[in-house]
Every structure is written in structure tokens, then in C-alpha cells.
């Protein structure tokens, strides 16, 4: 008579472990009130969603037929730029918001959890957006009041997913530690590449790969390029970290990593065109969008014979010099210091393996936006655009053109070189001094 229900306490789904079928508390009825709530959310995004629809539709027509008369495409301010990417998440928002409303009024627990989830992650960043453009004030209200909403309901309305995941938790441990005491924790066990291509391995990977190569590029420019001088070469606008080398490293991981058994010369050409390739890249987009010149090699020759043909051809946003340097780099890398990595990357205690890398992504992720959002400013300071949003004057309040000199001390910005502003207010930049060294 007790046999029965121990074993249905053994399977706390209740399904047989079928994904597709619904479990028993997934099939209880979701409270009224969360149903009017999911009204309110369907009504929201069904209204809000052709709105914003016909809104980009008619900016693209007027990108189209007359682009000078908007802002956006005369001058693509950082105010602008939030402002576009707002809209956006608007969008976003509110096609989750009619999933997430169906989802709660179908009786569909899991959807509803899952779909809070990515409301949650649009709302924080609409609330980011909104203390962007308008600062803080009444404005965070509603944002404030949706996330605690969303929350509660993620965390309540589907209990056996969170069960789930700490089952796929417990496993994922396991599997990791069999790895460990087998020497293949990290590896790719197809025995295709070396390493295993996860967001764990290669978001460290760029890590300390950007602080080395900051460090080799300080060395570099003290004992090679200005002998005895120290610069500094950071690429962030926080700590010791130049991202080029770190996604340099990234692509090379990437795409040497069924390299690794070949020969040592195939590894080297790979390198090579990779890493130019990559470096003309980063160079072209620091200079259109933000005027932005951190290296030039267009004087650069061949053993200071003859005039470098690659740098000739790219512009002088890259050499045969560096080209060499980048597939000796991969070489290196690939046979001698990736397994090395992997042994340091591994050293990171268990229970705080994911968690830690994941605030880590967090604050480099921050790190790299404010960088992009302060090169901007500084761009538009150059330009002799005045802040026109709180963010902008943020910017100018705590990251003023002297901290950017001094922090980015080998970049250099040159308005007159971008394709962001007309000829004229480049010309007047240009004759007023606006670059800085």
C-alpha cells in the first residue's frame, strides 16, 4: 500500500523524464491574478509593437530619401546611438511581452518561467538605457515595479525548472571531475582540437591573454620603439587589459584548434593572415567610427631595404612585420602555451568555477561598453559637439579629454578621418586643432 507512493517520489517530474510532456505541477492553473497580469502584458506589447514597427519604418524612409535631415545620420552622437538601441529593446520587449502574456494565460508554466526570464534581462537593460538618456527619477518606477514582478513569478510559477537545472548542475559537476582525474578537463574528448571551444575556456582565454599582451606591447615599445620610455598601452578603460591580443587569441584558439597536430608551418601562415586580417579590422573600425588612429606602419620596409607591400596595401593598418609577429604568436600559442592555460584556467575551484567566471563576463562586458561609450564622448568633445544627454555628461564629468590622453596615450583622435560627420564640422575641427596626441 506505501510502495506506490515511494515510487512515485522517485520521479519528481512525473512525466517518465519526457521534456514534451507536462508534469503535473506544470499543469495546475496559474493564480487569476498572474493571468491579469499576463492581459496587461499581451495589451502592452500588442499596442506597443506596431507602433514601434511603423516608427523604424518611416526613419528608414527618411534615412533613404533625405539622410541629412536626421541626426542619426549627419551626426551619430552616443545620444543618438542609446537612443536607437532603445528603441530596439522597445521592440524586443514587446514581443515578449505577447509570448509571455500567452504563455501565463494558456496555463503554461514552463514558457512563462522561461520567457520572464528574457524580460528580465530587457528590463534591466531598458532601466540602464533609461538612466542613460533621462538620468535617475520617476522614470525607473515602472522598470523598478516590472523586474520585481518578473522575478517573483520566474522564481514561483515553475518550481520543477529550477530543479532541473540544479540536477544539469550536479551532473555537469560530476562529468567535470571524472574529467579532471582522466587529465581531459577542458579538452575537447572528439579528439578533434585540442581544447574545448566552450564559453568558459575561451572567455578566459581572452582574459589573460589581453593582460599579456599589454605587457609584451609595453615591453615592446620600451626596449623597441622609444627606448627607456614607458607608455601605456591599455585598450579599457579599467585595468591592465588590451582586448586586441585577447580577441586575437580567441580567433587563433578558434581556428588553430584542429591545427594543432599539423605542421608547424601551415600553423604559422594561418596565423599570420589571421592576425592581419584582424589587426587591419580593428584598426579600420577605431578610425571610422571614432577617428580614432592607435597604429600607423605606413612607413614601414623590408629590412629597411624596400617599402613594406603589405603595408602599402592595407593602408598601413598592418605590416609584414607584425603579420610575422601574429603567426609566430600562433605557433607559439597553439603548441606551447594554450596546454599550459588550460592547466592555469583549471585551478579555479570547483564550486565557484561558473559563478566567478560569470561575474568576471559581467564586469568585462561592463568594462568594455563604458570604453566604447567614453571613446565616443571623446570623439564628440573633439568635434566640439556638446553633451546633449546625462550619459554624455557623465563622460565628460569623470573621463574628460586629459584622463583619455593619459589613459590612452598611443591613440590619437582625428574627426576629419571618420565617415561619422559632414565635411563641414570635420574641416572646422580639423583647423582648430581638435586632434589629440
Known amino acids: 500500500m506505501t510502495a506506490a507512493p515511494r515510487r512515485a517520489a522517485t520521479e519528481p517530474r512525473g512525466n517518465g523524464l519526457d521534456p514534451k510532456t507536462p508534469t503535473p505541477q506544470e499543469q ?3 493564480p487569476r491574478l498572474l493571468k491579469v497580469y499576463g492581459i496587461l502584458c499581451l495589451i502592452d506589447g500588442i499596442i506597443t509593437l506596431p507602433l514601434i514597427v511603423v516608427l523604424i519604418a518611416l526613419v528608414a524612409i527618411v534615412l533613404v530619401r533625405s539622410p541629412e535631415s536626421l541626426s542619426v545620420a549627419a551626426d551619430p552622437t552616443l545620444t543618438v546611438v542609446v537612443t536607437c538601441f532603445s528603441v530596439v529593446l522597445s521592440l524586443v520587449a514587446s514581443v515578449l511581452l505577447i509570448r509571455f502574456g500567452r504563455s501565463l494565460l494558456k496555463n503554461q508554466r514552463r514558457n512563462a518561467a522561461l520567457w520572464s526570464e528574457a524580460l528580465i534581462v530587457i528590463t534591466l537593460a531598458q532601466a540602464i538605457v533609461n ?22 513569478i520566474s522564481v514561483t510559477v515553475d518550481p520543477t525548472l529550477r530543479q532541473e537545472r540544479d540536477l544539469q548542475a550536479r551532473l555537469r559537476s560530476m562529468q567535470e571531475r571524472e574529467a579532471a582525474e582522466e587529465g581531459m578537463l577542458g579538452r ?13 575556456n575561451l572567455f578566459w582565454v581572452f582574459v589573460v591573454c589581453s593582460v599579456i599582451g599589454l605587457v609584451l606591447e609595453v615591453i615592446w615599445h620600451m626596449v623597441v620603439v622609444d627606448p627607456g620610455v614607458y607608455q601605456d598601452r591599455a585598450g579599457l578603460l579599467f585595468g591592465p587589459f588590451s582586448p586586441i591580443y585577447g580577441v586575437g587569441a580567441v580567433l587563433m584558439t578558434v581556428a588553430l584548434n584542429r591545427f594543432y597536430r599539423k605542421n608547424p608551418l601551415i600553423i604559422f601562415v594561418v596565423s599570420a593572415v589571421i592576425g592581419g586580417v584582424f589587426e587591419v579590422a580593428v584598426s579600420w573600425f577605431m578610425q571610422t567610427s571614432f577617428g580614432a588612429v592607435a597604429w600607423d606602419y605606413s612607413g614601414a620596409t623590408l629590412f ?5 607591400p603589405i603595408a602599402a596595401i592595407a593602408h598601413g593598418r598592418t605590416c609584414t612585420m607584425f ?14 602555451l594554450l596546454p ?25 562586458l561592463v568594462n568594455c561598453v563604458m570604453t ?4 565616443d564622448c571623446w570623439f564628440e568633445r573633439e568635434s566640439n559637439i556638446a553633451p546633449s544627454s546625462p550619459v554624455e555628461e557623465f ?3 569623470h573621463f574628460d579629454n586629459s584622463f583619455m590622453a593619459n589613459r590612452f596615450q598611443s591613440m590619437t583622435i582625428h574627426p576629419e578621418n571618420t565617415s561619422r560627420v559632414n565635411s563641414g564640422s570635420a574641416t572646422e575641427t580639423a583647423m582648430g586643432g581638435g586632434a589629440t596626441s
Open 131 to 152: 538612466i542613460m538618456l533621462d538620468g535617475i527619477g520617476p522614470n525607473l518606477i515602472q522598470p523598478a515595479i516590472q523586474m520585481v514582478i518578473l522575478i517573483v
Open 28 to 30: 495546475r492553473h496559474i
Open 304 to 308: 629597411g631595404l624596400v617599402p613594406d
Open 395 to 397: 563622460y565628460a564629468a
Open 323 to 336: 603579420a610575422g609577429i601574429w603567426g609566430f604568436l600562433g605557433l607559439i600559442w597553439i603548441k606551447l
Open 340 to 364: 599550459r592555460l588550460l592547466g592555469l584556467i583549471n585551478l579555479i575551484p570547483w564550486k565557484a568555477r561558473y559563478s566567478f567566471t560569470s561575474l568576471c563576463a559581467v564586469l568585462m
Open 372 to 375: 566604447l561609450q567614453a571613446l
Open 188 to 200: 575537447d574528448e572528439t579528439g578533434e582540437g585540442y581544447i574545448k571551444l566552450n564559453f568558459f
